[in-house]
């Protein structure tokens, strides 16, 4: 239904953590949507491969590190550069080799280290997360689904969704109060629909879009009222995917918003509580120790370090060998391990924590 679906990041999310072994090489990069600007992607992509290759040549066997290159060149020859959309992350080492179309633009970088980097595609879980949209008329009834201002309409499950003869008999010609109940069960038809499709997605956020009255009657009928964050009055029966992403993007940006500020001020209770970590030495260490919770991060943070008889180094260059590139995504793939949740932050949020904070479990 859609370039990237949380069920699809998830899964890979929680295959990528597991790996442990030397190398794991991962390449993160902005792409480009359409043409002409997305002719320039397989150029990047090739740039940031010859310098992958010079790093394991520099760090391994000649004849491993050429294995592995292969392995690499192999799995960008199947990537098609027409269906790029903000981004794309790849990764290979000696058991995986995997990529992933991202929702969001990272910065061009290559990583070669004993795990993946997983930034990216935990912003692209946490930030933007995956939404639905629901255009509600009493004729029909549209399902979107995607992430940011990209939606698809969804042509499957039962969607888009016609009343039944006897229904729409009723609603054109019903006294006010058929009308009314007739809607009503086809909305719930639809609730009902959805959740299925739900289901198999495993997450996402509903907004409804319609006229006021169409919006109460589902949000009456509807088994699981949870899932509705919001909603935007007026007639979009005919509007396109487009045309509908912007509206329901603002309502799902508002909701990430609150519920962002929400858990920071669960950060400061833990705190108050002494029961949480702030800054990157007493994080990782914490981390390390199965504590962790919750873990917020600024977006941007990263930060090499070397490990040296249990001390941490950040005095580095992060191309060296035996040098953890990115020491702040150790310590998220540490936490998710332990069963903990990430949260990343707009730059500056954290501020007096030093970029980054930890809630405890004990």
């Keep these: 239904m859609t370039a990237v679906s949380n069920k699809r990041v998830t899964k890979l999310l929680k295959e990528l953590t597991q790996v442990r072994e030397f190398p794991c090489v991962t390449i993160t990069m902005p792409t480009h949507r359409t043409h002409p600007d997305n002719a320039q992607d397989?150029?990047?992509?090739?740039?940031?491969?010859?310098?992958?290759?010079?790093?394991?040549?520099?760090?391994?066997?000649?004849?491993?590190?050429?294995?592995?290159?292969?392995?690499?060149?192999?799995?960008?020859?199947?990537?098609?550069?027409?269906?790029?959309?903000?981004?794309?992350?790849?990764?290979?080492?000696?058991?995986?080799?995997?990529?992933?179309?991202?929702?969001?633009?990272?910065?061009?970088?290559?990583?070669?280290?004993?795990?993946?980097?997983?930034?990216?595609?935990?912003?692209?879980?946490?930030?933007?997360?995956?939404?639905?949209?629901?255009?509600?008329?009493?004729?029909?009834?549209?399902?979107?689904?995607?992430?940011?201002?990209?939606?698809?309409?969804?042509?499957?499950?039962?969607?888009?969704?016609?009343?039944?003869?006897?229904?729409?008999?009723?609603?054109?010609?019903?006294?006010?109060?058929?009308?009314?109940?007739k809607i009503k069960e086809f909305f719930n038809r639809a609730d009902k629909l959805f959740w299925e499709i739900y289901k198999?997605?495993?997450?996402?956020?509903?907004?409804?879009?319609?006229?006021?009255?169409?919006?109460?009657?589902?949000?009456?009928?509807?088994?699981?009222?949870?899932?509705?964050?919001?909603?935007?009055?007026?007639?979009?029966?005919?509007?396109?995917?487009?045309?509908?992403?912007?509206?329901?993007?603002a309502i799902v940006e508002q909701f990430l918003k609150e519920r962002r500020q929400e858990m920071l001020g669960e950060l400061e209770k833990a705190f108050k509580?002494?029961?949480?970590?702030?800054?990157?030495?007493?994080?990782?260490?914490?981390?390390?120790e199965g504590r962790g919770r919750l873990l917020f991060v600024e977006e941007s943070y990263q930060q090499a370090a070397k490990i040296e008889n249990n001390q941490l180094f950040f005095d580095v260059d992060p191309k060296a060998p035996g040098v953890i590139d990115d020491l702040i995504d150790d310590i998220v793939e540490t936490v998710l391990q332990f069963g903990g949740q990430v949260i990343f932050v707009p730059d500056g949020t954290l501020d007096k924590y030093d970029r980054i904070a930890m809630v405890l479990r004990y």
Excluded: C, W
Excluded at 140 to 158: C, D, N, P, S, Y
Excluded at 209 to 234: C, F, M, R, T
Excluded at 274 to 285: F, M, P, S, T
């Design 273 to 288: 509580d002494k029961l949480a970590a702030a800054g990157i030495n007493e994080v990782y260490r914490t981390a390390q």
């Design 42 to 181: 397989p150029v990047l992509l090739k740039d940031l491969m010859k310098e992958v290759k010079e790093r394991l040549l520099k760090e391994m066997d000649k004849k491993e590190a050429e294995a592995l290159y292969n392995k690499l060149e192999a799995l960008a020859a199947q990537i098609d550069h027409q269906y790029n959309t903000e981004g794309l992350a790849l990764f290979v080492s000696p058991s995986v080799s995997e990529y992933l179309r991202l929702p969001v633009s990272p910065e061009a970088r290559t990583v070669v280290d004993g795990s993946f980097e997983i930034r990216d595609i935990l912003r692209a879980l946490h930030k933007t997360d995956y939404y639905y949209a629901m255009v509600l008329s009493k004729t029909k009834v549209r399902l979107f689904a995607g992430i940011g201002t990209h939606l698809q309409e969804v042509t499957e499950g039962g969607f888009p969704m016609e009343p039944e003869f006897n229904e729409k008999k009723i609603i054109d010609s019903g006294n006010a109060h058929e009308v009314e109940n």
């Design 200 to 249: 198999e997605n495993k997450s996402g956020h509903l907004v409804l879009l319609g006229d006021a009255k169409n919006i109460g009657y589902y949000k009456e009928v509807a088994d699981h009222p949870q899932l509705i964050i919001g909603s935007v009055e007026g007639n979009y029966d005919d509007a396109k995917a487009h045309e509908i992403a912007p509206k329901a993007q």
